[in-house]
Every structure is written in structure tokens, then in C-alpha cells.
């Protein structure tokens, strides 16, 4: 046992920073565009994925630590650090994480695609015909509709969108009332697509792009007639996007929540990206704009709007070069010819998503919808799109006169324009909309159907650890529970009764719900692992959500492995536990798997307790533990059971895609060789 052993467990020397670990999970991510067993294109997605999550990083993990320096809450994270010595650290790892993106999309990802015919092509090697029809599309379509803005007394820098595409120019001349300030700035239109396809018959054989801002960059001469363009050069500014703001004494959630939607597109910088051939007093002059450091300063070799180059992709028909499509599975008894109230009545069923099909969900509501012994739907909604099978089936449900009650969470972020549009067609149908309980987001998956069965009421539930998006279920790994046991479906009443109504918490005798029972109840189990070892047995747990970054877990799991308690982790992203660590962690064992689909199910095994097999909402994160309602809930059937831990055991023997987490942090593959979890499931499932 070395000389930490004896500290106390809530020692920072025993845990990993929240920040960069999550910036591990984008190598990790970023690292499958090196992957030649996935094909060209998904390549290329992965790459843009990581920039995707970059952005988001930046939005609102960088922007919260800034906002709690500006307003100091200086509370130091769990390994120690301030918020100063976190943004230190980000800015380092950050840099060189965009750094390799680059060197991967010139180096590895732009020669590739040539090789396959896909050409993304400068302006410097554009053919007559090529420069005449760019030309041709900035004076048709981008003049009329640019606003380029010349920076004087009267014209101060203008207040730029979120992530928008801009240009500084520098200039020479005076202008026709004589100014001649010297720099302008251009936004890029939104309105227009940022990557264009050539038309065929002005190229060789194959597809062929360029950028927007490529083309306005070759006519930016247009926009300032009468005067020299010195220089030209694209910059991004990220902003601050979370929209935290004070519900306290607010009298409507949804007209409050619309008031701020504006505003996120508009939140304080912190992040500036700026091509690297731009001169230093250029760059100087929008750091100062901006309130920016050198620390936040991003010189890229390439387009600022990096993930824009997934509207190409959109655009080239090459089967060949992305992964073969599959064929979803549908257990039988729960097709669209089959009555499902019957096969759920007989008993629970399980499907994991995306191997095999969500419409199964979906046909649960549609037969719902329409038939005349429902009486009631409950549904919570958290991410779904407006437009959607399963928005339909709730609003023919109303429409036939059902009790329709939809508990939509607003705040599902970067989903709230979305989420109001969606409340707002569910109260047009007749449906009851409440937005779940001020303070605490509504993160729970269920449906509850109450139906007329030989004049006695029945309840069916359907529980999952995934969103009700029906585009999602083909990308996310997730799993589905249907069940008609009447103890879980009154467990299941009694959360929406906490979520629509008021009073004080009723226990659930089988669901674990966040944030009254479910630490503690993890908690237990967690002990009940240790006792047994005490006893003289084995201790057996393993867990497989998405992020692990509340202390009391974190803790209980260190007294486990010190028991002697065998413990494996499949955290897909963040993890604060530090595995490993002599007389503390030594048996943990953590890992990750980053594939074609998106990990997102999360499960928890205890060897020793009855029942022992949970799947559900929540990731053990502090929000998810304490501000969240969550719901987990057990896998009784003995069969799924076995399914669910032959899963587990698929994911932990991954050699291919599985992920090692060490130490110091960073994490090394498992193996380069051998049978892919995901590949597995789905060859087992197809």
C-alpha cells in the first residue's frame, strides 16, 4: 500500500480532472479518423464529430468555468485544481487536440478522398471555367444578400453570432465619403450552404467542392469598389451558449425560456479562431475585440467552420466509402400486424437499439393512439423532434379523445426551440403539457398506458436509457423495457404524480429515481458488495454509463476495490475515478468503446443483491444524482437478465475498439485485432 493509502478517500490525489477527461473522450473520438477498418467517409464524420464536440466543449464547459472566475466561485475541482489551473490545462490539451484535427484533415483525410475522386478545391487551382461560374454564383447569389461592414467611428466591430463565419479585411483607399479606417469585417451569409459542388461538367470525373468562403474571398474586391484589398483572412468567435438562467420567481417557463434562445446566440467570447496565414496586428486587433487572450487564440491551418464539410459529404453518393447498411431486428410479437399489449402482457420484453428496431416503441403508441380500451398516455420527452412518429401517435391519441399527459423538459439543451414548438402542437391536440419541476430537469424515459381489460384498469410502461428520437435510436446504443408488472407500473404513477402534481415523495417499491432514492440506493448495493467479500464470498459489480464524476460514487467504489470487490467500469466519456492506484483502485478497471454508433445505455450490475441488474436515464454524475428526475429500473426476466450481462461481457472483451484508462488519465486501446463489441452485436442481431 503506498503513503497515500491512509489519507482519506476524498484525497485529489485520487481523482482525474472532469475537463480533461472529457477532452480525452474527443481523442478517443478523433482517433477513429486514423482508423482505416471504418470506411473513407465515416472517417471523415469522426473528424467532424470532434470538431462538433469541440464547439460544444468550448460553449459550455470552457464558458462555465469562465463565468464562475468572472463571478468568483472559485470552488476547486476534485483533483484540486482551480478553475485557473483547469483553463490552463484545457488551453494546452485543446490546442494540441485542433492542431492533430488539422494535420489529420490535410495530411491523412484531403489526400485520401482525392485518391477516392472526392476533391475539395482552392481557388489557386481553379480552372477558367471553375473561376467564372464561382464568379457568376457570388454575383447572383452572395452580393445581394452581404452585408460587409467598414469599421469606423459610426460602424464599431459588430456583435457576431455564435460560431458564424466572418472575415477581417484589411484595406487602401479612401471611400467615397472619404474614410479610410483601414479594415472592414464580413459575415459570411447564413443563409447560404458553406460548401458548394462544382457543377460535373465543369470538372474531371468525380465530386468536387469548394468552400464559401472561397469564393467570397476571391470576389471580396467587389464588396470595397475603388479600393486595394490588402489582405483577406476567415476568424470564428465562439461564445458563451448555455442558458442558465434564474427560474426563481419566473411566472412561465416556456415565454422565459424563448426570451433567452436569442440570447444565446450572442453570450460573452471565448474562443477565437482565425486562419494562421493572418498577420499578427490583425489577430492582435480581434483578440482586443473580443476580450480575448493568446490563450484562447486558435491559428488553424484550413476552414474555420470546420464541421460544415459534413453538407458535402451530404452530397456524395459513394456506398462504397461508408458503412454497409443493416437490417434491424424485431422480436416476435411486437411487429406492427401484432397486437403488443398481448405480448407485453405476457411478458417483459427488452430490445437494444440501434440492433435491433425502435419501432416497436413507436407501434406502442400508434396502437395506443387508436385503441378504444386506452383511457390514458403518459409520456416524458426530453429530446424528440418536433416532428416525429412519436409526437404523431401522442397527438392522434388526443385527437381520439384519450387522457394525453406529456411531461417536456425545455431545457434539453440545444433542443429548446424544438421542445416549445413540440408543447405547443401537443396543447393544439388537447394534450395536458407541464414542464416537470422548476429546478430539477426531467431526464426520465417512460411512457405509461392505462387500458380497460375485462372491466379492470392495467398499466403498461415502457423504460428506457435512450431519448425518444426516433433518428437517434439508429446512431445510440440503448435499451428498451415493456413491462405490464403492476408494482413497476404503479412506480411508474408515482413519478409522474411528482412530476404533474404536488405533495410529498411516495417511495417507489422497484424503481430507483433520482434525486430522492438513487444514490443512496447505488450506494447500498455498492456496500452489499463489500459485505459479501467480508462474509467470505465474492463481490462482482460492473457499470456501463457515460460519464462518472460524483464523489460519493467515486468514493464507495474505492472502499469496494479495497474489499477486494472485482469492479469493471464502461464509462464512454468523462470518468474522475482514478483505476489503479495501489491499496485504493486496484480492482478497477475502466474502459471505454468509441465505435460506429454512439455508446449510450446505461446498465448496473451488483453481484449480491436481489434484484441485482439495473438499466436506465441516469449517468452517475453530480447533476444527474442530485438535480435530475431519473429514473432506473431492474431487468427482472431471467432470460433478459442473462441477455444484458452477455452484453456487458461483449463490451468488457472488446480488443478492437475498447479503450484502457490508466492511471495518469490517458487512455491505450485494448488491442488493434480481434472482434469489435458493436460488430459483434450486430452480427449477432442481423
Known amino acids: 500500500m503506498n503513503d497515500l493509502a491512509s489519507d482519506h478517500l476524498a484525497n485529489p490525489a485520487f481523482y482525474l480532472n472532469r475537463e480533461l477527461s472529457h477532452l480525452q473522450f474527443n481523442r478517443r473520438v478523433l482517433e477513429q479518423a486514423l482508423d482505416e477498418s471504418h470506411p473513407l467517409l465515416e472517417r471523415l464524420k469522426f473528424l467532424l464529430i470532434c470538431s462538433s464536440n469541440l464547439d460544444e466543449f468550448f460553449e459550455i464547459r470552457v464558458a462555465g468555468l469562465r463565468q464562475r472566475i468572472a463571478m468568483e466561485r472559485e470552488v476547486a475541482e476534485l483533483d484540486g485544481s482551480t478553475p485557473q489551473e483547469v483553463l490552463a490545462a484545457i488551453s494546452r490539451a485543446a490546442h494540441e487536440l485542433v492542431a492533430e484535427q488539422y494535420r489529420i484533415l490535410n495530411e491523412v483525410m484531403l489526400p485520401a478522398l482525392a485518391d477516392e475522386a472526392i476533391h475539395f478545391v482552392p481557388r489557386g487551382l481553379w480552372t477558367p471555367e471553375q473561376v467564372a461560374w464561382a464568379n457568376a454564383f457570388f454575383?447572383?447569389?452572395?452580393?445581394?444578400i452581404i452585408s460587409p461592414i467598414g469599421l469606423d467611428p459610426a460602424h464599431p466591430f459588430p456583435r457576431l453570432v455564435n460560431k458564424?463565419?466572418?472575415?477581417?479585411?484589411?484595406?487602401?483607399g479612401q471611400d467615397a465619403f472619404g474614410r479610410e479606417t483601414g479594415l472592414a469585417v464580413v459575415p459570411a451569409p447564413r443563409s447560404l450552404p458553406r460548401i458548394l459542388k462544382i457543377p460535373d461538367e465543369l470538372s474531371d470525373v468525380g465530386d468536387h467542392f469548394v468552400f464559401l468562403s472561397s469564393i467570397i474571398h476571391a470576389n471580396a474586391d467587389k464588396l470595397f469598389p475603388g479600393m486595394e484589398i490588402k489582405g483577406c483572412y476567415q476568424f470564428r468567435i465562439t461564445r458563451n451558449a448555455d442558458l442558465d438562467f434564474d427560474t426563481e420567481g419566473v411566472a412561465d417557463l416556456a415565454r422565459a425560456l424563448k426570451g433567452?434562445?436569442?440570447?444565446?446566440?450572442?453570450?460573452?467570447a471565448v474562443r477565437l479562431e482565425v486562419v494562421d496565414d493572418c498577420p499578427e496586428p490583425l489577430v492582435n486587433f480581434l483578440l482586443r475585440e473580443t476580450g480575448l487572450s493568446q490563450a484562447e487564440l486558435y491559428m488553424?491551418?484550413?476552414?474555420?467552420?470546420?464541421?460544415?464539410l459534413m453538407d458535402a459529404e451530404k452530397q456524395i453518393d459513394r456506398p462504397d466509402l461508408q458503412y454497409a447498411s443493416f437490417v434491424q431486428t424485431i422480436p416476435k410479437g411486437l411487429t406492427r400486424k401484432d397486437n403488443i399489449f398481448q405480448a407485453i402482457a405476457h411478458r417483459d420484453q427488452l430490445l437494444h437499439h440501434p440492433f435491433e428496431s425502435f419501432t416497436p416503441v413507436v407501434e406502442l403508441l400508434s396502437q395506443a393512439a387508436k385503441d378504444p380500451d386506452v383511457l390514458a398516455i403518459k409520456q416524458t420527452l426530453y429530446r424528440t423532434g418536433s416532428s416525429s412518429p412519436i409526437v404523431d401517435a401522442l397527438l392522434e391519441a388526443a385527437r381520439n379523445g384519450k387522457e394525453v399527459t406529456a411531461v417536456v423538459e425545455l431545457r434539453a439543451r440545444f433542443d429548446e426551440e424544438e421542445n416549445l414548438e413540440l408543447a405547443s402542437r401537443l396543447q393544439e391536440a388537447g394534450a395536458v403539457v407541464v414542464y416537470g419541476v422548476v429546478g430539477y430537469k426531467t431526464h426520465a424515459k417512460m411512457i405509461l398506458i392505462v387500458r380497460r381489460e375485462a372491466g379492470k384498469l392495467r398499466r403498461y410502461v415502457h423504460l428506457g436509457t435512450g431519448n425518444y428520437h426516433s433518428g437517434n435510436a439508429r446512431l445510440y446504443t440503448d435499451y428498451s423495457l415493456f413491462s405490464a408488472d403492476q408494482v413497476l407500473g404503479a412506480d411508474v404513477h408515482i413519478i409522474f404524480q411528482q412530476l404533474t402534481g404536488m405533495g410529498k415523495t411516495e417511495r417507489p417499491q422497484k424503481l430507483l429515481n433520482a434525486p430522492f432514492t438513487l444514490k443512496r440506493q447505488l450506494i447500498r448495493m455498492i456496500d452489499a458488495e463489500i459485505k459479501a467479500v467480508d462474509e467470505g464470498g465474492s463481490g462482482r459489480i460492473i457499470i456501463k454509463c457515460n460519464g462518472l464524476t460524483e464523489p460519493k460514487i467515486i468514493q464507495a467504489l474505492y472502499r469496494a476495490s479495497q474489499a477486494g470487490v472485482a469492479i469493471d467500469l464502461i464509462i464512454r466519456g468523462m470518468c474522475c475515478l482514478k483505476p489503479g492506484v495501489e491499496g485504493?483502485?486496484?480492482?478497477?478497471r475502466v474502459t471505454s468503446v468509441v465505435?460506429?454508433?454512439?455508446?449510450?445505455s446505461r446498465v448496473f450490475y451488483f453481484a449480491n443483491s436481489q434484484p441485482g441488474l439495473y438499466c436506465g436515464s441516469a449517468d452517475l454524475m453530480e447533476r444527474n444524482l442530485n438535480r435530475r428526475v431519473e429514473v432506473v429500473f431492474p431487468v427482472e426476466e431471467p432470460a433478459l437478465a442473462r441477455r444484458l450481462l452477455a452484453d456487458l461481457d461483449t463490451y468488457l472483451s472488446d480488443t478492437r475498439q475498447g479503450w484502457e484508462l490508466s492511471p495518469t488519465g490517458d487512455y491505450?486501446?485494448?488491442?488493434?485485432?480481434?472482434?469489435?463489441s458493436q460488430s459483434q452485436l450486430l452480427g449477432e442481431l442481423t
Open 668 to 676: 491505450e486501446r485494448t488491442g488493434n485485432s480481434g472482434q469489435a
Open 260 to 268: 433567452e434562445l436569442h440570447s444565446r446566440r450572442f453570450g460573452n
Open 595 to 600: 465505435g460506429r454508433f454512439l455508446e449510450h
Open 300 to 308: 488553424v491551418n484550413g476552414p474555420v467552420n470546420f464541421k460544415r
Open 139 to 144: 454575383e447572383s447569389d452572395v452580393l445581394p
Open 164 to 172: 458564424s463565419l466572418n472575415f477581417i479585411v484589411s484595406l487602401e
Open 584 to 588: 485504493i483502485s486496484d480492482n478497477i
